[in-house]
């Protein structure tokens, strides 16, 4: 998730695509850059890091056509090199984009034969290059020709020496907006951008191209179809259309879940042959064989993810799994072989904690693989191969959408490797493809009923101590229940394997004490129900998070929210969605700060 922006008027460019750039730093901050038409000239300045890098040692740059871009990393670290705008070979023509483009490898090959030269390791540069390649006279032709071959999300801006006050702009998955002003058009990814400038925008939908010039926006569809738009005026402060209109950043990222979701799985897995490609894990066919023990190792939420990994891969891969917390595995003196491959999971990268512990096991000759959401953050240095997740900057300090990322990216581990090892044959790998991208819109069913939630949420919110029990896949989604009203709510929250209450915690549990029971369809079904027997004799009150179609469920608990029917290897990502929403609406009726809770950071960067 990166931000783009364009301007063409009478005013100096390159000061209003830096003050737009900063209202969208919240998409991205690792690296940024702009081009500005002077004259027929294309003047670029780029640097990592933040905007303020890239103001701090900007040129003089005339012009008053101009694009920019402020960068998150998904495809070649966060350097100068990598960062937006690219050009073509003749320096003509200049891009930026926010998305990824699935089939860039491909298209970038067949550049190279045709005698093109690249200078990044990023996605987007095959655009410009393609342009070149088409371009003779007519620049949109060439954009249209263009877009045809591309696959993947994108939302563009684009610059041309020979079209000076012109900017073209495209969108397919990926949000782009336009802001109409007096003399002058704005283009950004999203609406704080452009508010200090207008309130006056249009919303570009899927499929639509535009051209912006100062007096005037044409618009039409991709094969150029004339589009009429309607204006809108937007009413929300800067603060507010950051979070696109949400109360709390955290909510907003609960809502980005079929989002990342979606963007973490593509361009990587195939329904047709049952294929994943990971070729950025560099786990090769002989070395993956070779794996006799995995190790999956993390903190907080992600030490939860890994929990969930564990079940996953053991069930997928037939290998022994263990999950470890990162500073208790840093001084357990270990014991490692060069079979074992070690998997540290960090949404952030820099946890000192996950990185010393990973450090530890390299030293034992492990293979190691990184799953984390940040390129060129540390612990992707230090690894022998990484796993992104696409989630997008996550900016509240309760993991969600990174958590939902990582079991994504951990569904891909397992097929990739039970594939390898063959114990995970063809057809499976298509079920388990198909029932993958299902998904997204899975969560978004689970998000459209989220009022619900909220219901009970507010009907315990003065609660002192919660239970969230469940068990297999859906033990790590209570412990992340119980950790995120911990930490956004400040209440007293235990998460537990059912079956383990009867060992101790039960005796915790009286008359309205609320336990929130993750009884879904599944292997252990039967068994929850025991438990919540259990849990019910002790006049607690049972909120059970249930399957659509289970028509026993309301006989056993005091409540029941209902998630989409799905595979019981599915129904964990649903759950804790239900989970978050949960802690979110206590911590608001207890009117907790949400976002920045006391005591937490997002990433803890000392040991
Ligand atoms: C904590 C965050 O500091 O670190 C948690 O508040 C997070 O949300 C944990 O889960 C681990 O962070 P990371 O970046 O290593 O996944």
């Not at 040692?57 to 937006?84: C, F, Q, Y």
């Not at 899927?206 to 039409?220: C, T």
Request: with cysteine.
């Amino acid at each position: 998730m990166c931000g783009i922006v364009g301007y063409v008027g009478d005013k100096n460019a390159v000061k209003i695509l830096l003050d737009s750039l900063k209202r969208l730093e919240y998409r991205g901050y690792d690296s940024a850059g702009v081009a500005v038409l002077d004259g027929r000239k294309i003047g670029m300045h780029k640097a990592s890091g933040r905007i303020s890098e890239l103001e701090a040692t900007l040129p003089k740059m005339n012009g008053s056509t101009g694009i920019g871009h402020t960068r998150w990393a998904t495809h070649g670290a966060p350097t100068k090199e990598n960062a937006h705008p690219h050009l073509d070979c003749t320096g003509k023509i200049a891009v930026v984009h926010n998305g990824i483009i699935e089939n860039f490898q491909t298209l970038k090959e067949e550049l190279i034969n045709k005698g093109h030269v690249f200078s990044s390791e990023t996605d987007t540069e095959v655009i410009p290059h393609l342009i070149e390649e088409f371009y003779v006279n007519d620049l949109e032709d060439a954009f249209r020709k263009t877009i045809s071959k591309l696959e993947g999300s994108y939302a563009l801006a684009i610059l041309s020496a020979d079209k000076n006050g012109s900017v073209l702009a495209a969108r397919k998955n990926s949000p782009l907006v336009i802001g109409l002003g007096k003399n002058e058009n704005f283009l950004a990814s999203d609406v704080p951008a452009m508010l200090k400038f207008t309130r006056k925008v249009i919303f570009l939908e899927d499929g639509e191209m535009a051209v912006l010039e100062k007096n005037r926006v044409r618009i039409s569809t991709f094969d150029g179809a004339a589009v009429k738009k309607s204006t809108q005026t937007i009413d929300w402060t800067a603060e507010d259309a950051e979070k696109a209109g949400y109360e709390h950043f955290m909510l907003k990222e609960i809502h980005e879940q079929p989002r990342a979701f979606r963007e973490t799985l593509a361009g990587r897995i195939s329904e047709l042959d049952g294929a994943v490609r990971l070729g950025s894990i560099g786990l090769g066919e002989k070395k993956a064989r070779s794996i006799r023990r995995i190790v999956l190792i993390a903190c907080g939420t992600s030490f939860h993810a890994s929990i969930f990994g564990k079940y996953l891969l053991e069930r997928i891969v037939k290998v022994p799994v263990e999950t470890q917390i990162s500073s208790e595995f840093r001084y357990s003196e270990p014991v490692l072989d060069p079979d074992t491959l070690v998997v540290v999971i960090t949404q952030s990268g820099e946890t000192a904690d996950t990185i010393a512990a990973l450090r530890e096991a390299a030293g034992q000759g492990c293979t190691s693989i990184a799953i984390t959401n940040v390129v060129g953050s540390t612990i992707t240095r230090e690894v022998d191969g990484v796993l992104y997740t696409f989630a997008g900057p996550e900016i509240g300090v309760a993991a969600t959408k990174t958590f939902a990322a990582q079991i994504a990216a951990l569904y891909m581990l397992a097929i990739h490797l039970g594939k390898i090892r063959g114990t995970l044959d063809v057809e499976s790998a298509k079920r388990f493809i198909t029932n993958l991208k299902s998904m997204p819109w899975k969560i978004q069913d689970v998000l459209d009923e989220k009022s619900e939630v909220e219901k009970y949420a507010n009907k315990f919110a003065q609660s002192q101590q919660f239970f969230f029990i469940g068990r297999n896949l859906n033990y790590p989604v209570a412990l992340e229940g119980a950790l995120k009203l911990k930490e956004i709510a400040y209440v007293s929250a235990e998460g537990h394997p059912a079956g383990e209450l009867k060992h101790g915690p039960l005796a915790l549990l009286m008359r309205g004490v609320p336990v929130v029971a993750i009884a879904t369809q599944g292997l252990t079904y039967s068994k929850m129900l025991g438990n919540i027997k259990e849990v019910k004799a002790r006049d607690a009150t049972v909120i059970a998070i249930a399957s659509e179609s289970d028509t026993e469920i309301d006989k056993f608990a005091d409540y029941v929210i209902r998630i989409p029917d799905t595979g019981e290897l599915f129904s964990p990502v649903l759950a804790a969605v239900v989970l978050q929403l949960f802690a979110y609406y206590v911590a608001k009726k207890r009117k907790c700060v949400i976002d920045k809770p006391r005591n937490l950071a997002k990433s803890v960067t000392v040991e």
